[in-house]
Nanobody, 124 residues
């Protein structure tokens, strides 16, 4: 079973950038789809981005498309989320997770083995 640890969150002004990292344990990292989701206070967890095993395909929520970029380094067992042009509405706890299936999914219900999350706060 894979274990995930997120890092890189923090406080940033609107328009700024952050890069989140998610380190995975285990030898199966290169064989699994990975995703990022976020949860703001009082709201349900929502899908943000996902990437296939090889990194060759990605998908994004409409709210972050063009601003966020997901990538992975299978040699380092790490997936990243580069976040640019941040907005106050991006404020949330960001989680990475393992895809339950091989295909890219935009449903948080098709991900498991969630990390503990990292807080991102964007001030206006």
């Amino acid at each position: 079973q894979v274990q995930l640890v997120e890092s890189g969150g923090g406080l940033v002004q609107a328009g700024g950038s952050l890069r989140l990292s998610c380190a995975a344990s285990g030898r199966t990292f290169s064989s699994i789809t990975m995703g990022w989701a976020r949860q703001a206070p009082g709201k349900e967890r929502e899908f943000v981005a996902a990437i296939t095993r090889s990194g060759g395909s990605t998908t994004y929520a409409d709210s972050v498309k063009g601003r966020f970029t997901i990538s992975r380094d299978n040699a380092k067992n790490t997936v990243y989320l580069q976040m640019n042009s941040l907005k106050p509405e991006d404020t949330a706890v960001y989680y990475c997770a393992k895809g339950s299936y091989y295909y890219l999914s935009r449903s948080v219900h098709e991900y498991d083995s969630w990390g503990q999350g990292t807080q991102v706060t964007v001030s206006s």
